[in-house]
């Protein structure tokens, strides 16, 4: 139900990241997500990840498009990571319809994926987005071999009506398909303010979204992210707040279709379109 | 979708089991037509948004009119007395409109939608249970009924366990299929606190100044003291014609 979020792992020194790897695994959790992109996160799960590797299902991904950037980033990330196979590979980050284009031409990112599979450098293929919920489809129907998508899902997303914001049509058909879902920024709040307001450096989280930082949140959050059918729900960036969602995680009791409406609604009021009204 | 802005989930929720798609409805007192959004979306053919307040009706031709004006008429109408034709409606729809009827208005609007419906039609109504005794927002809610009270002579709000508002429908020959719980707990924002908090200002303000002044004070003190509350259920019965 969970997957650990390994980006928590930069943040820390090697020590602190072994203990928390530790702390994860003792929670039960046994997938972790990870990318190149996320500073030292690839090296500093090296070490425990190596300890324990037939316990940990490891996700890892690439923001490269093309045969040549992707075939040197799969490498690259076995050698940092210190391991011979990838569990899962995603294509990272899919934003647009040009990109995927790309990937899946001849020469594109994708060829280097399935060789790297062909070649038992890799195990599964994926995709993460937070981009337009159709370019997804576009994606699960473009890519025979995908196997898992990784996408946003909170109540602020579930509540909006646009094609934009549909990824419960990503999840039924990954459902329809087999195909495994993973939710991102289940956590997020809103928005840093401003940076004149807040300075970057003035943070206090590393998540590149405010995140919702007490434990009834957190666990209201993984909840209502649990309940709408995703397979894994990912925990935020930042280790301050692993230990609380695992918390939650290990408490999730599921939650009933009117307490899933009950936080669409109040996410939806604090940001409506609509003039202020008496009801719901 | 989207071209109706964004329908609340208690909305569809409430809806996602009634038959909608080609069928003509009527959303009975319209606020700012959020079900008329949701039957609209749902692929009704015709909706008529009723309600008796101007604003409203204006806030939903503006909403929704411009690209559904084929679909929907917003009509300006007591619902004690509607311009519609009897056995006229596939699907009638009340959201949240009980609570803003007093007791007295029950009966004769429940005839007059009854009047509308078509024999084998359906009726939804979904509403606020009574909030909880130790609730906050119950003290917001007093103050609102006060200046109702006063400036108008009946109550601003009343919330009616589901079990009367089956009871009314029922008098008119109603029977409810299926009871549903839309929200547990009901999230009453700072959005909902403040627009509460307007009603009583619009009551002040025909009220003189040494009696209307303080009550807006009290209404401001009692949405700051309160901020958000979760609290109590919003639920929705569904109905059908007994005889149809």
């Known amino acids: 139900m969970l997957t650990f979020g390994s980006i928590a792992l930069n943040w820390l020194e090697q020590e602190g990241a072994n203990q928390l790897v530790e702390l994860v695994l003792d929670h039960g959790v046994n997938h972790f997500d990870v990318a190149p992109t996320y500073g030292d996160a690839e090296l500093k799960l090296g070490p425990k990840l190596r300890q324990y590797r037939e316990d940990i299902f490891l996700g890892c991904k690439t923001q490269e498009r093309e045969y040549e950037g992707a075939a040197r980033k799969i490498d690259r990330s076995l050698n940092r990571l210190g391991i011979d196979t990838i569990d899962l590979y995603q294509i990272h980050g899919l934003e647009y319809e040009d990109e995927l284009d790309t990937i899946t031409a001849d020469g594109g990112a994708l060829d280097a994926i399935r060789e790297a599979k062909a070649a038992g450098k890799v195990d599964h293929i994926g995709l993460t987005s937070h981009g337009n919920p159709g370019l997804i489809l576009d994606a699960i129907d473009r890519i025979d071999d995908l196997e898992t998508v990784m996408f946003p899902l909170n109540p602020v997303v579930a509540g909006k009506d646009g094609d934009e914001y549909d990824y419960e049509a990503v999840l039924e058909r990954c459902e329809a398909e087999g195909i495994g879902t993973l939710g991102i920024k289940a956590f997020a709040k809103g928005s840093w303010p401003p940076t004149d307001e807040l300075a970057e450096a003035d943070r206090p989280y590393a998540n590149w979204y405010e995140p919702v930082d007490t434990p009834e949140d957190i666990r209201e959050r993984f909840d209502f992210a649990a309940a709408r059918g995703l397979d894994t729900v990912v925990s935020p960036g930042d280790p301050k707040l692993v230990k609380m969602v695992l918390d939650a995680a290990s408490r999730s009791a599921g939650m009933d279709e009117a307490r899933q409406r009950a936080l669409i609604e109040e996410a939806r009021h604090d940001d409506s379109p609509v003039p202020e009204q008496l009801h719901h | ?244």
């Open chain 2, 1 to 244: 979708m989207s071209v109706n802005g964004d329908v609340p989930e208690t909305v569809t929720a409430a809806l996602a089991d009634q038959r909608v798609e080609g069928r003509v409805c009527l959303e009975a007192g319209a606020g700012v037509g959020n079900t008329t959004a949701g039957l609209l979306a749902a692929g009704a053919k015709r909706v008529y948004a009723v309600t008796n307040d101007a604003d409203h009706a204006a806030t939903v031709r503006d909403r929704i009119g411009d690209r559904n004006a084929d679909r929907l008429a917003v009509i300006e109408a007591d619902l004690r007395a509607t311009p519609l034709a009897t056995d006229s409606v596939d699907l009638v729809a009340g959201h949240g409109l009980c609570n803003v009827l007093p007791p007295a208005e029950l009966a004769p609007i429940a005839a007059e939608l009854t009047r509308v419906a078509k024999p084998d039609g359906c009726l939804v109504v979904d509403d606020y249970a009574v909030p909880p005794a130790d609730a906050a927002v119950n003290r917001l809610f007093a103050l609102e009924n006060a200046a109702a009270r006063v400036v108008d002579g009946r109550p601003a709000l009343t919330f009616y366990p589901p079990a009367v508002l089956a009871a009314v429908f029922a008098a008119n020959g109603w029977s409810v299929e299926r009871r549903k719980t839309l929200l547990n707990p009901v999230p009453w924002t700072e959005a909902h606190l403040d627009a509460h908090a307007e009603v009583v200002r619009e009551y002040a303000a025909a009220l003189p100044d040494s009696l209307g002044e303080p009550l807006t004070a009290m209404a401001e003190d009692l949405v700051a003291a309160i901020g958000s509350e979760r609290t109590g259920t919003m639920y929705s019965l569904a109905f059908r014609r007994a005889d149809g």
